[in-house]
């Protein structure tokens, strides 16, 4: 079993920054690709970007590539979303996932893919 907790969500205008956390606990999150999901009311969860079991490949969403930044620290046990240039469509709860992989490929989009997934973490942007 693995344990997220999300970290770093708030309230924060257009244009705005904020840095998102993913702590895991029970296992090391070393064999495991790792995501993050959004999910705005009234709308389907949907993908935000993703990353490799070594960190050696991303994959991002077109609505934040060039905007948000993954990355992640095995050492620590956890994963970040940095998220520059907010703007108010990216208002929603943001749930971090891990995904169990042999191959330490490109990450999967699909939410169906990941078998843990965090409580999530509320993020507004207001305009």
């Known amino acids: 079993q693995v344990q997220l907790v999300e970290s770093g969500g708030g309230l924060v205008q257009a244009g705005g920054s904020l840095r998102l956390s993913c702590a895991a606990s029970g296992r090391t999150i070393s064999r495991y690709a790792m995501g993050w999901f959004r999910q705005a009311p009234g709308k389907e969860r949907e993908f935000v970007a993703a990353?490799?079991?070594?960190?050696?490949?991303?994959y991002y969403a077109d609505s934040v590539k060039g905007r948000f930044t993954i990355s992640r620290d095995n050492a620590k046990n956890t994963v970040y979303l940095q998220m520059n240039s907010l703007k108010p469509e990216d208002t929603a709860v943001y749930y971090c996932?891990?995904?169990?992989?042999?191959?330490?490929?490109?990450?999967?989009?699909?939410?169906?893919?990941?078998?843990?997934w965090g409580q999530g973490t509320q993020v507004t942007v207001s305009s």
């Open positions: 990353i490799s079991r070594s960190g050696g490949s991303t």
């Open positions: 996932a891990a995904d169990l992989v042999v191959i330490d490929g490109t990450p999967s989009p699909f939410t169906r893919e990941y078998d843990y």
